[in-house]
């Protein structure tokens, strides 16, 4: 037993563990499910006393007092302590390591731990005739457990059911994205131990953050799991899932191009006059403006056209019209699939945009027999964070509407901002609004609920998708397209999975 051990095996026990913080810039202690304490800025000894070395490090927030027993594991920059806790506790083990992390890091850390502890005595307190298990907040990049969201399984015999939850302390994004790690979760369990019967998601998210959530469960299967969701704060409710509010959504009437001024209309033919491969379009507010493969670079304003990159504009007259055939050049050279300067900022920018660009002239390579020029972009607008998505809408030459989700990149959450997108055109098409607003030039819309497309890179579709989707409702057709990498030179379809 540790305590038979003789009073010199604690000193040097003592000793190797001090040497080792002095090697350290940085050190951090963690214990499993507790703070993780900056121990720079913490007060700690550690004592040889009653034949016993004993470890006591506080702060404001924490009082820990650990009895070591030994050292499991020792590498460059991390320890693996051994302890045993007074009384009949179980052993455990501290980790004493070397923080890459700011300190906000570490604080924020600690955050989470405190709150997984609030939602395990919550649990508790809900649910007393189930056993609370495996609650972590420990990132898992293997299996994309992310680390802002508690996890865990409430088992009785047999059965069980997972658990997510988001404190507080989280930005809002973290209550919009719960529900894909709920689901990622969820799914796990279920193929780690078959044998048990997971029969759904308890989902807790703070107060006034659930109608995303709540939105969006209404088109999950319910015959795959059952849903719970709970508002946290100074008390916890379980939300009533029939009760999912209105959508944040409007509609206004189709956008119709504005009466071009002589004076606009001559620039425009003088810009569009400089290359081939640049693009008139209308904007939502009727206004005329013009891109090079998705990026714009003028606008026509009620004072005229304006020119530039981002947030920069010049008015455009005989004087300017130089500079701007500067930017287009320059623009022409980077934002190019042969450009030398891939790294820049003109090549990288709305990479979504891009490909909207290529899809707009070859609609038709995606199949569906999709109708050419009949596209808009972000119509009905999805409210709430940046999403980093381009939402698009067309239909097919049976007048069947067709959401469209662009991205050029790995995204985890790709299929419920897709959801987001394609439950707000459902609203709508149920209440006549696209026709009423003269979308599609007034063509008669079929009833069927709209065909939902994830289109990106085939190698840039996040695994997860995959899982995420398997627990959609019936009710909507999804299929994923994935494009050639090189999609900037010409689109080809090399993948096309219907869930």
Known sequence: ????????????????????????????????????????????SLSTE???????????????????????????????????????????????????????????????????????????QLFPQWKVEELSTEANLEHSFSG??????????????????????????????????????????????????????????????????????????SQLAQWEVYETGEEIRRCDLADVGNLKTSLGPAAEPFHQPPSVQGWGEKIEAISQVIAPDTGVDGFRFWAVRGLPFAKQTSQGIVFGIGRSETA??????????????????????????????????????????????????LGYDLVPGALYEQFPAVSGTERGVMDLLTLDSQGRLVVLELKASEDIHLPLQALDYWMRVHWHQQRGEFERGRYFGGRQLQAEPPLLLLVSPALQIHPACETVLRYFSPAIEVVRIGLNEDWRERVQVVLRVSR
């Open 316 to 365: 455009l007259d005989e004087h300017t019209f130089p500079h701007l055939e500067q930017v287009v050049g320059k623009l022409l050279r980077c934002r190019s699939p042969e450009s030398p300067h891939k790294h820049h900022p003109f090549y990288r920018l709305w990479p979504e945009r891009w490909m909207q660009s290529q899809l707009v002239r070859q609609i038709g390579r």
């Open 148 to 221: 802002r969201y508690a996890r865990g399984v409430l088992r009785r015999g047999q059965q069980a059911w997972a658990v997510i939850g988001s404190g507080e302390q989280e930005d809002p994004s973290a209550a919009e994205g719960i529900l894909t790690y709920g689901l990622i979760w969820l799914d796990w369990l279920r193929r780690r131990q078959p044998q048990k019967v997971i029969t759904g998601l308890k989902i807790f998210v703070p107060a006034s953050r659930t109608p995303t959530t709540l939105q969006r469960l209404a088109w999950l299967d």
């Open 1 to 44: 037993m540790a305590s038979m051990k003789p009073a010199a095996a604690w000193e040097d026990l003592k000793e190797r563990i001090e040497l080792f913080l002095l090697g350290l810039r940085r050190p951090v202690l963690t214990e499993p499910g507790r703070d993780v304490l900056d121990l720079a800025a913490c007060h700690y």
């Open 50 to 124: 009653y034949n016993k070395l004993l470890w006591h490090v506080w702060n404001d927030q924490t009082n820990l007092v650990r009895q070591i027993t030994g050292i499991r594991k020792e590498t460059a920059g991390r320890m693996e302590i051994q302890y045993q806790k007074f009384g009949k506790g179980p052993p455990g083990t501290l980790i004493l390591a070397e923080s890459r992390a700011a300190p906000e890091q570490v604080a924020r850390r600690s955050q989470r731990a405190r709150y997984a502890q609030t939602l395990r005595r919550a649990l508790g």
